[in-house]
Nanobody, 121 residues
């Protein structure tokens, strides 16, 4: 059974930084793409950033230049370094893994439970 567990959320002042982590577990051989999404109250979930197993990245326009996604394939972990945070970055942040190859199966898409990020003075 594949599990993704996020950590690192919290309360930060505008202009501050946070680093989110998401560790995947469950006899995993490889993960094609890992990503971060977020959902603010009353809004739809939106893509924040993705990174494939070759290291190619993609970002939402709203976070380009402020957020950096990275991964450690040996640890099946993805990170999101968030700098220059703004109140509009406040949301629950979810990580996901696409194309997860395990010892017994391939999981097409799996999500973490989410971690709250609040940017406020």
């Amino acid at each position: 059974q594949v599990q993704l567990v996020e950590s690192g959320g919290g309360l930060v002042q505008p202009g501050g930084s946070l680093r989110l982590s998401c560790a995947a577990s469950g006899s995993i051989f490889s993960i094609n793409t890992m990503g971060w999404h977020r959902q603010a109250p009353g809004k739809q979930r939106e893509l924040v950033a993705t990174i494939d197993n070759g290291g190619s990245t993609d970002y939402a326009d709203s976070v380009k230049g402020r957020f950096t996604i990275s991964r450690d394939n040996a640890k099946n972990t993805v990170y999101l370094q968030m700098n220059s945070l703004k109140p509009e970055d406040t949301a629950v942040y979810y990580c996901n893994g696409v194309g997860i190859v395990t010892r017994t199966t391939i999981v097409h898409n799996s999500w973490g439970q989410g971690t709250q990020v609040t940017v406020s003075s």
